[in-house]
């Protein structure tokens, strides 16, 4: 494959990623505004000759206030992205249910696994990928910045990778070792047994794959952790599959989704976990 093929494909998976984030975010603006009683209007893509601005804010003197949201607010501080294994325990319909309204009304399709079969054929296809991605040495270097001791304000901890826990102690070492060795048989294997041993596997698509879809592809799943959140469930992230192009489809058909698969998450109950460390608000807003 060309590598100027390559890498343009590798740039819009990290675009549509980088506007899902906005989605998560712009959501849990309409929560806090919400929360608060105040009457929002926002026009999502507005300019079209600036297509980095993904949202205008505005506020009206009247109008609705979103108050279905205010009910999720105090989630927003309390969800964490949770890496370890879930309770072994099945998940009630009820909550199910939940997911799929949360889903519904921000326009986000749902395709849940749940039977143990089903899980094994997800949670292959997501050992591929991660042989996949570590096999390219860009992949791996991008990574390694990301567990890298220096970063002290934000990054995330080798364990999300499936190397053992004490190299959260020593991430410079971690990132050393992902950056110079193979590494991904073991990811692989960590990653697969996590996707088998979760008692929900959720995965969140959208009948377009542009901007705008991938800001609803957002917004919907926000809305799902907070209502996951709220009812004591945490998640996190199995996107090997669809960020590798040629496993997308592969994911879709086997989940049989019409649309575009944006998202994969495993959910479940387990104690608590710490937090990936944050920028200062300061530097992200101005």
Not at 170 to 184: C, E, H, M, N, S
Not at 210 to 220: D, V
Request: proline residues 5%; glycine residues 6%; aromatic residues 6%.
């Amino acid at each position: 494959m060309p590598i100027a093929h390559e890498a343009c494909r590798t740039l819009t998976r990290s675009i549509r990623e980088l506007i899902i984030s906005c989605g998560a975010a712009l959501f849990n603006l309409r929560v806090a505004l919400a929360n608060f009683n105040i009457p929002v209007a926002i026009a999502t893509f507005p300019y079209s000759a600036e297509p980095d601005v993904v949202a205008r804010v505005t506020f009206p003197d009247s109008g609705p206030a979103l108050k279905d949201l205010a009910a999720l607010f105090d989630a927003i501080t309390k969800r964490a992205t949770n890496r370890g294994p879930f309770f072994a325990e099945d998940v009630p319909v009820a909550f199910v249910e939940r997911l799929r309204l949360a889903a519904e009304a921000e326009g986000v399709n749902l395709a849940l696994v749940r039977g143990m079969i089903a899980r094994a054929r997800v949670a292959a296809l997501i050992a591929d990928a991660d042989q996949r991605q570590f096999d390219d040495p860009r992949f791996r270097r991008e990574l390694a910045s990301w567990i890298h001791s220096s970063r002290s304000s934000d990054g995330m901890p080798a364990l999300s990778q499936g190397l053992p826990a004490l190299s959260d102690f020593t991430t410079k070492i971690a990132a050393l070792t992902i950056r110079t060795f193979d590494v991904g048989n073991g990811v692989a294997a960590a990653h697969e047994q996590l996707a088998r041993g979760s008692p929900l596997l959720v995965a969140l698509s959208t009948s377009m794959d542009n901007n705008e879809a991938w800001l609803t592809a957002g917004q919907g799943l926000q809305r799902l952790l907070l209502v996951a959140t709220k009812d004591g469930y945490s998640a996190s992230y199995l996107n090997q599959a669809i960020e590798v192009s040629e496993l997308r489809g592969r994911l879709a058909s086997e989940l049989q989704m019409t649309g575009y698969p944006q998202l994969l998450l495993r959910m479940g109950r387990s104690s608590n976990v710490s937090r990936s460390p944050r920028r200062p608000i300061a530097e992200v807003l101005w």
